[in-house]
């Protein structure tokens, strides 16, 4: 979910260190359990964001085919294929074990033969892989990505006349706890945040192809050639206290912060986050009545013009 670590909605990733990037490197493989845990707490947000998206479509439409690109474990690939009842929906990703879940998934929820998958690296480009779409959704991927000009427009240049593209990306950081938890310092969330940020700037510049931008998306969907461009905020809301899937979000979120960043983290906020995440204390995740969570994301879009 947002700030994930990488992104920014999920938060830090485990680092890996294969290309040399010790510290922001991410393991995608290893965050496939997280990934598809948050993207069901989403699904109802994640349905009435498709339905907004159809909105956005020239008047009379058809969609045939939707892509989801950088689909992690195809949750939205799944709605899609749910709201776009006539389309095929095609999950793009470079991690195959990604893949693999998004095909199970849509086995579980009855929309195989609905739903495929294709492996690209899309620091790469598409090439003409993926074919054309009337609909292409990216969530918390571009930015992954080093030149995220370069890629919205090849995003852009798959898209049939008339067809969206829509990028959702975490604008404002999320929130699970009030500012005074009882334990440490007071205000832990706007520290965490601030070492998330530190670690998001030096994720990206030591992306392959990095190319220093501002990140005023409606301008790089412009850019990209797109007209009628708009953003709206979605929220998941889940109120304290909370159930017990939001709470296993939660530690998950806390451990992959506590791994990657401890060593930047003052001991003070070290020690809260032991507790928070000590399953057998009663002011951790796992017990505390205050626990909430509220994340929004912000989602860009555009609507390619007829030519
Ligand atoms: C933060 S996850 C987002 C997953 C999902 N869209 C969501 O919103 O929950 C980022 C996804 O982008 C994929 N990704 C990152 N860099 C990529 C690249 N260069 N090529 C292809 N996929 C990439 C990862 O495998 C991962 O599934």
Known sequence: MSA????????????????GHQHTDIDWEAMADTLENAGDLRVPVLRATAARLRELLAPGHEVRRVLDVGSGPGVM???????????EAVAVDGTPALLDRTLARARRLGLDGRVGVRHADLSEGLDEGPGT??????????????????????????????????????VLPTRFLPRDIGLGKPGLQPRLDALQEEW?????????????????????????????????????????????????YLRDFLTRLRESMSESLPA???????????P????????RSDAFLLAPTT????????A
């Open 299 to 306: 989602v860009f879009a555009g609507v390619r013009p007829a």
């Open 4 to 19: 994930d670590a990488t992104t920014r909605h999920h938060g830090p990733g485990h680092a890996h260190g294969s290309r």
């Open 200 to 248: 998001f700037a030096l994720m990206r510049t030591e992306l392959p192809g990095y190319v220093a931008a501002s990140d005023d998306w409606p301008a790089m969907l412009t850019r990209a050639g797109l007209t009628g461009v708009t953003a709206f905020t979605t929220l998941l809301d889940i109120p304290a206290p909370l159930p017990a899937p939001a709470r296993g």
């Open 268 to 278: 003070e906020d070290r020690r809260t986050l032991d507790t928070l995440l000590d």
């Open 280 to 287: 057998s204390s009663p002011q951790g995740i796992a017990h």
């Open 77 to 87: 690939a799944c709605v899609l294929a749910e709201e776009f009842a006539g389309a």
């Open 133 to 170: 779409a009337d609909l292409v959704w990216s969530s918390m991927a571009v930015h992954h990505l080093g030149d995220q000009q370069g890629a919205l427009d090849t995003l852009a240049g798959v898209l049939r006349p008339g067809g969206v593209l829509a990028v959702a990306e975490a």
